[in-house]
């Protein structure tokens, strides 16, 4: 058997389970999840290794229109992502609709194989449901192959690895066998924290938050890393609703995220959060660059 290697592209519409499902490939969590629409807001490498391939997930945002620049950022991105690869996966939930035939039409300019993945079917109550969505799909666009799956439920999962595998070309390792992504600890860490913001926090600021990590140090005396983070929002009343009652809600998130840290990293840290108001930061092409969301 030959080795095989390639990029995968996890594409479909906000809120289909893109990154559970990288996270249930992966077997640990790379990429954070949320019951809300666009979480995730950049492209993060998850790579699996076995002795007859490497598969190099890409998880992207939700494909939408965006209505601040910061939106239309991810957007671009989200559709870059889908070029030079070797297999999109095409995740979605439910019966063909009108942001789904946008998505399918990107998919046109390219040659790449895609399959369709549909995701949730745990939540559905009979095959039958699944065959109808895969129906409304079936004449719209030349699909490679199409797997039924739940991420949430790690159902199909390798059934989905094995249609991967076959449009994967021969090629080399591109990265070491130990290596499972290209996200630094600081680019985790950060994601955490928004993760729990967007678990935590009123439906007003989530989408208006970013997360920067501004120091790690280490701690030799209590044998742990301290570690401060900003939070940015774009208008004093999200500050207060962070903050919450006496404290309490920023006090939730940061032990949460705590938490979360420690286990993902193998780790022991000391978490100081802060909130700064930057006004229509989502709007400004300096602040997007600082704070990550370059336009690719």
């Not at 999840?33 to 666009?38: D, G, L, N, R």
């Not at 992502?81 to 046109?108: A, C, M, P």
């Not at 208008?235 to 286990?263: F, M, P, V």
Request: no cysteine; charged share 25%.
């Amino acid at each position: 058997m030959s080795y095989r290697s390639g990029f995968i592209t996890i594409a479909g519409r906000p809120n289909v389970g893109k990154s559970t499902l990288l996270n249930a490939l992966m077997g640990q969590k790379i990429a954070i999840t949320s019951p809300k629409p666009q979480t995730t807001r950049s492209r993060i490498t998850g790579i699996i290794n076995d002795e007859a391939y490497q598969m190099i997930f890409v998880d992207t945002p939700g494909m939408h229109e965006g209505k601040h620049l910061l939106g239309k950022t991810i957007d671009k991105l989200a559709v870059n992502s889908i070029q030079g690869v070797d297999v999109v996966l095409f995740v979605t939930d439910r019966h063909l609709g009108k942001s789904e035939t946008k998505i399918l039409n990107y998919f046109k300019a390219i040659s790449t194989p895609v399959i369709l993945v549909i995701n949730k079917i745990d939540l559905l109550k009979s095959k039958i449901q699944t065959d109808e969505i895969i129906l409304s799909y079936i004449n719209a666009y030349p699909f490679k192959e199409v797997v039924p799956i739940s991420a949430a439920s790690v159902t199909n999962l390798d059934h989905l690895k094995e249609a991967i595998y076959k449009y994967l070309p021969e090629g080399p390792q591109y990265y070491p066998e130990e290596m499972v992504t290209d996200q630094t600890d600081n680019t985790l860490m950060a994601e955490i924290i928004r993760e729990k913001i967007l678990y935590h926090a009123q439906e007003e600021v989530p989408h208006s938050v970013a997360v920067v990590i501004e120091s790690i140090t280490p701690n030799e005396e209590y044998n742990t890393v301290d570690v401060t983070a900003i939070i940015i929002v774009e208008r004093s009343t999200q500050k207060q609703i962070l903050i919450g009652s006496k404290g309490e809600k920023i006090k939730k998130i940061g032990t949460a995220a705590r938490r979360d840290i420690n286990k993902t990293l193998d780790t022991k840290i000391h978490l100081s959060l802060w909130i700064k108001v930057k006004k229509d930061w989502r709007n400004n092409p300096n602040e997007l660059k600082r704070y990550g969301y370059q336009d690719e």
